[in-house]
């Protein structure tokens, strides 16, 4: 059972353009959600996150976009450029109750950068 | 900036060996995880720990596998006996305390023939 889905598997994008990557899950318990950047041979690197109380995020150009009665999420990239070409994960916590906070990923997006 | 350090980075190894991989966590990071990540798929929780003590190993296939952090700092994740199925990437991530955001290490790629 699939709880976070990433549907693209791929997604190509211009140089200077916005990238969305989009993220939906169904367990409605989760109330923390991360995006992760992952280049080959390395591990994950964090990048932003968000709380279930916030419907909005912004670092620089990274900006995440929370819809709880959706369940979705995206992450915006603006502008992209050819170094956020990477696979990008999308991850989600629910509330700590002493049992554990297990990060539970999507599959991933894989962004590519063109100039 | 502080890291989560792997070792090794790559391991071969024929099926029915046993194989250990390390982690060194970020210094005064309480939380250290254990994922296992199979390729076209994300990472999956294997076990957690908070100091040396277990929080959740309930994915950790204990017929097989071991994780131990002694001394509530770096730790040794073990495979005895390795399967095909378990060639894969595992990655090492720590948090400063439960809940804290996971900063995840290079990882080690296993391949098991």
């Known amino acids: 059972d699939q709880q976070v889905k990433q549907n693209s598997p791929s997604l190509s994008v211009q140089e200077g353009r916005i990238s969305i990557l989009n993220c939906d899950y169904t367990n409605s318990m989760f109330d923390y959600f991360l995006w992760y950047k992952k280049y080959p041979a390395e591990g994950p690197t964090f990048l932003i996150s968000i709380s279930s109380i916030k419907d909005k995020n912004e670092d620089g150009r990274f900006t995440v976009f929370l819809n709880k009665s959706a369940k979705h999420l995206s992450l915006h990239i603006v502008p992209s450029q050819p170094g956020d070409s990477a696979v990008y994960f999308c991850a989600a916590t629910k509330p700590f109750t002493g049992g554990g906070n297990k990060l539970t990923f999507g599959t991933g997006t894989q962004l590519k950068v063109e100039l | 900036e502080a890291e989560v350090a792997q070792s090794p980075r790559y391991k071969i190894t024929e099926k029915s060996q046993a194989v250990a991989f390390w982690c060194d966590p970020i210094s005064g990071h309480a939380t250290l995880y254990w994922y296992r990540q199979i390729l076209g798929q994300g990472p999956e929780l294997l076990v957690q720990?908070?100091?040396?003590?277990?929080?959740?190993d309930s994915q950790l296939p204990k017929d097989r596998f071991s994780a131990e952090r002694l001394k509530g700092v770096d730790s040794t994740l073990k495979i005895q006996p390795a399967e095909l199925g378990d060639s894969a990437m595992y990655l090492c991530?720590?948090?400063?305390?439960?809940?804290?955001?996971?900063?995840f290490g290079p990882g080690t790629r296993l391949l098991v023939l």
């Open positions: 991530a720590s948090s400063r305390a439960l809940g804290g955001t996971q900063y």
């Open positions: 720990f908070q100091d040396e003590s277990v929080v959740d």
